[in-house]
């Protein structure tokens, strides 16, 4: 009975038209040990359904750590509103098994296939997915490129007695192989995260820990220096510095220099944005500016913005928000037109065309970063923006 129930609900789920009172029966249900077998027979069967759109290309293992990260993050800040169709249904959702069934359900394997033109059609067929890979390289001090993507899991290379690895859960680490490394020049490694890629996560020989969001590059010593520990960004990352009191840690980021000895920080550099934004959230840093004497230090939950070799600090910002890219959404907050679609075009690696008079418009609010580039467009019809599509360019109109 439970059977027929479930898959009942399962489909009206699916489909949009489940109402509250099933949609609380259905979350009973899916606390019961079967229900995992249920929702395997269901969406077994979906792959037949030809009401039911289901994405041929898949990743189920990517979409599984997807899952994770979500429970994760929605753990610690809660589920909130997003642009996407029925955010009722979602608000109303109080445990891990409902949130696991919806994303799998509804952003993994279902979406409901309305009747349409052949126009409408050929448009939702060229829609544009999300990253569903990471597609980083990684250059050596030789000027070999590893790509990493279809690199094997385990040790990749060894440069001055130190390990390469590729972890299994996709992360790049750096192991001191405990032999003395030749007293030869630095070696250094470039890793190269291009715009449409995941977020890549590294650990450097010092146990320092970066995250490196799309369109963004690092370049670093395999071995860290006696004296200091420096890298070099491009786009944007986020750091978890390992604390070392006797060797300061420092980023180069465009004309920025950011020295610290350990704390948890967000850099964002990116060439195309007006301001190099550096977000303190743990420990303290200090920020220099080549040319400029002095240094501004920082204290959690400060940022120093950098604009034409200016600096000023704003106090109390939203650190959750400007790290939000790291935990697999976007958070817009007081945001012009501009510098949305900025992010959009780096994470889905797109061209953005601006015609005639640009609207002065405003956005505010979060969207999970895993939604096809037609849903993430919401955003802009929400605020009556006039735009389309063509291929991987989207046009802005009056």
Do not use: C
């Not at 491009?234 to 920025?256: C, D, L, P, Q, R």
């Not at 690696?349 to 999970?368: A, H, K, N, S």
């Amino acid at each position: 009975m439970i059977n027929s129930n479930l898959e009942e609900l399962l489909q009206k789920f699916a489909t949009g038209k489940i109402n509250p009172a099933e949609l609380a029966e259905l979350q009973r249900l899916m606390m019961d040990d079967a229900a995992m077998d249920v929702l395997d027979a269901f969406l077994q069967k979906a792959y037949q359904d030809p009401s039911l759109a289901v994405k041929n290309d898949f990743d189920k293992q990517q979409a599984f750590k997807t899952i994770g990260r979500r429970l994760r993050s929605s753990s610690k800040r809660g589920v909130r509103p997003s642009f996407i169709r029925k955010r009722m249904i979602y608000a109303a959702l109080g445990t891990a098994a409902m949130l696991l069934l919806g994303w799998i359900v509804l952003y993994f394997f279902l979406q409901p296939q309305p009747v349409q033109s052949n126009k409408e059609a050929v448009a939702v067929s060229g829609d544009i997915y999300a990253p569903q890979a990471n597609r980083a390289t990684v250059t050596m001090s030789d000027g070999t490129v590893m790509y990493l993507d279809s690199a094997g899991n385990g040790q990749l290379a060894t440069q001055a007695a130190t390990r390469l690895i590729k972890l299994a859960n996709g992360v790049i680490a750096y192991e001191m192989s405990g032999q003395k490394a030749p007293s030869t020049a630095p070696v250094y490694n470039t890793i190269n995260n291009p715009r449409g890629s995941r977020v890549i996560n590294i650990i450097l020989s010092d146990g320092s820990k970066i995250w490196l969001n799309a369109g963004s590059s690092i370049t670093y010593p395999v071995v860290f220096a006696d004296s200091e520990r420096q890298v070099q960004l491009k786009g944007e990352g986020y750091f978890e510095v390992a604390k070392n009191e006797h060797k300061k840690f420092i980023v180069t980021s465009a004309n920025t220099i950011t020295e610290v000895l350990g704390t948890h920080f967000n850099i964002n550099a990116y060439e195309d944005e007006r301001a190099i934004k550096i977000t303190l959230l743990e420990g303290r840093v200090a920020i220099g500016v080549p040319g400029v004497s002095g240094k501004t230090a920082l204290t959690p939950g400060m940022q120093a913005r950098v604009v034409n070799n200016t600096l000023r600090t704003l106090r109390n910002v939203d650190v959750r928000s400007e790290t939000a890219w790291k935990d697999g959404y976007f958070s817009f907050h007081n945001a012009d037109m501009k510098e949305v679609l900025r992010q959009l075009a780096r994470w889905y690696d797109l061209t953005v065309e601006y015609r005639g008079v640009i609207p002065d418009r405003e956005f505010e609010g979060e969207m999970q970063q895993d939604l096809m580039l037609s849903q993430a467009l919401k955003i802009l019809e929400k605020n009556k923006v006039n735009f389309k599509t063509e291929g991987k360019k989207i046009i802005i109109m009056p």
